[in-house]
């Protein structure tokens, strides 16, 4: 186990260094640079510039420049927000999309695993239908129609819940975005729940469970459902890395001062040192994530052994 | 000139939004958009647009930097609430200026302070032009400072040639000879360099600041600037080949900070020298760049001095909070100069780029004004537009169609005349909803400015004249197959609002002339380059954001014959000759007159089509009062103020025809 772990744990590093040599190409073949706008500059200023940033330097320095970088984490200051380095703004806004996405991460749990459950031990009744209807509604309905809708019931029409705008945990501006944001996992956890479920209960060591007189709460919450969720903990490691690092449509829409809002205008302002910045923030938190959910299997399912 | 950066997603998110809100429909709420209530105290919400590049304002650009960097400094001179004119600040009154208008005097106030209330001082003006325009700081703007003697040469990393034997420096005016003919068309050739100062004033002191060292400096003949760096300068000599025999075997002197025309006569005197005579140039002092900048906190500091806690400013506000994409707070500056006249406590800007986030949070009441541009053009069109909290007045902008003089038919002027009056522009206008129709170039923002009336909306009339230029059949009546359709094109750069104003000129001219003109949209960068160079057949359009407020920033795009942002063709000394007398004259009515007859002129020569002038687009609560619809929508915060007594609140849009502002 321990060296599986640090098996895992080396082979980030290549990893993270492969994704940002992309990242660091596709920058540079993408049109237009950071101090390109609306008017053209005058030569002798984008000199400046390029000089100021070190542009003009060859692209193998600037490569071996960025290597270093990610190797110590530190990739310096943004280009477009001067004043402040990526490590600052990764700091400031990690809590931030952390925090809305792990309530909305919470919230689909609770209720996705509540539904599932229940429509597993009762299938075909009116509650699985009703439950897999409303999931299939959750998956099907994307969050930038979601959001809106909430906003116009709650914030436009009802005035019970602001529209928008980050105001610090706990606050009721975070109700609407976390449960635009949750919606989609709620399903998918309902259903991933339902289908786990319905395998595990007809399986031998259940029956064996059921045959030792076992109460039925007991053979759900202690058997069933461990072996039940299963899916949903595999399902849980990418999704927790997707939500925590952002998600780039529900910032904007409630205006979060989130990474994803900053990872899609790092992108708008070809802004370098940021994007490299997010982009290995992002690889590093998917790869220790997944590495989470393996070492978790060895614990929920006996028959996994590293 | 393009204006947004948006990304697919953006529109897709909007569109979206669009679609659900359409139901509930922003149109079923009376006459005020949303909830109306005012806040308490003096607080103002304002949503500024992107989060702030820097707050640092000589190395930003954009707008939503330039209203923050409104409340936290100040500088010589301020825009005017509604018509942005510079109106005196940090200096006393408006600048002395001397006949040419080549050199301006300011006298600051003796009570102006930093927010840390250290005096403000000459050498603070001089300290933030240096910094500014210091090549390592790489600021974007810097540009704009280039009227100012040698500035240009100091931001470039230029140096000055000397003779290493009799130490006498080469002259500008030396070279300028070496370049032939093309000085003459240059409108804003350089003052001629032998000619003596002027030193009488021609409007405001009663006598001129003294005569000093440095003043002597400035005013001896221009000196030549080549660049320092010698693979630049090789290039340099490639495109004025006798410029190598002027600098070869002399030394270079680099062009310090010091020599730049900016000079503290004494503690409360500022004298600016420019290259040449710029009637505008105290316009642009009010921009961002030319901002007081702390020397203590920046000396200190670094790059860190514009965060909370260690910021010093020169505004009205000074910084309290900032969270970057969240908010910046901004409380009254208690050793501001006019402390008294400020009426807002505090001014809470949210940065914020969603136009339907905004929107939403506009109607529920959480933020009482919002920028421009901002209202989704469907909810316009869904009631918004009637709406008595609609900010609907003209922008700094005027959109045209570039037109190539030099291939048939449009070598014509009849022809040109004929499309132009085949437009129904009030149509134009009503179609873009945010617009305004504009018959002349030079936008309607300028109170003072007599515009010329232009030619507008007659299609016999444009018949008639495709008659008389020979489209007609034996009958002697207008026969559009005779025109060679297949030799004009509409040409824009892609985007989907230049689209469909294509569209509709097409459909206008098809309508009233019979002639039917394609489309033709290319990529942005490959456009400027196709334009500039003529290589297109008919129409190629041009959105032009004025640089400074005044017509010049318009009129002056078609000095230049070649390259630069004529793509037209057309040129004419007699039209820069106009400009050029203009510019020189000092009294500010006549001046304007002048240009206005130079436009009218422009016009009559039809080298391009005038399609219409962009509108503000935004929106205020009617408590909030003392903020314009400005041709800009740029902010002095000291005269904005909540008003408590409903009785007062405004009605509709202020009037914006007269200079008077509301007073508390």
Redesign the interface.
Known sequence: MFRFIIRRLLVTVPMVLIVVSLTWALIRTA?GNF?S??????A??E???R??YGLDQPWYKQYARVMTNTLRLDFG?SL?????TVND?LK?TIPVSATIGLLAYLLALAVGVTFGTLAALKPNSKLDYVSMALAMLGISL?N??LG??L??VF???L?WL?????DGFPSWSLVLPVLTLSAVYMAYIARLTRSGMLEVLRSDYIRTARAKGLTEKDVVVRHALRGGLLPVVSFTGPALAFLVTGT??VE????M?GLG??F??AN?NRDEPLILGIVAFISIAVLIANLLVDIAYGFIDPRIRY | MSKKNSSSLAALLLASALLVSGCGGPAAEGEYFGRMEAPEGQVLRYISGSEPESLDPQRSSGQPEARVHMALFDGLVEYHPKTMEPIPSIAESRGEIDEDASEYVFRLRKNARFSNGDPITAHDFVYTMRRGLKPELASRVAYLAYEIKYAQGYNEAGSFVRDPKTGRFVRASEAEAAKEGEAAAAPAAPLDAEESHKSELARGGESAAPDTEFHKFIHEPTRLVVPSDEADRQKAYKANPKLKSLVEGKELVPVRAEDIGVEAVDDYTVRITLERPAPYFEGLLAHQFFRIVPKKAIEQYGNDWVKPGRFIGSGAFMLAEHKPYNQIVVTRNPYYWDAAAVKLDKIVFYPLEEQTTMLNLYKTGEVDAVYNHTVPSSWLKAGVKKMRDYMDAPENTSEFYNINITKAPMNDLRVRRAFNMAIDREGLAAFKVTAKPGVTLVPHIFLKYPRPKGVDFDPEGAKKLLVEAGYKDASGKYDPKKFPAGDVEINYNTNESNRQTAEFVQAQWKQHLGITVSLRNVEWKTYLDMRSKREYKGFARAGWVGDYMDPYTYLGIFTTCEGGDNGTGWCDPKFNKMLQEANSEPDEQKRLDMLAQAEAYFLNQQPVITLMIPATNWMKKPYVKGLYPNPGTLHAWKYVYIEHDRAKWDRQMPDMTTAELAEK
Do not use: C, D, M, T
């Open positions: 049109p101090y706008g609306e008017k053209k500059l005058p002798a200023i000199k400046n510039i000089a100021k200051n477009r927000y001067e004043n402040e703004i400031r994307p930038f129609v809106p809708l906003v116009l914030a436009l029409s005035y602001p529209p928008a705008r980050w780039v449509v904007r829409i409630f205006a001062p809002n900053y899609i205008n708008l």
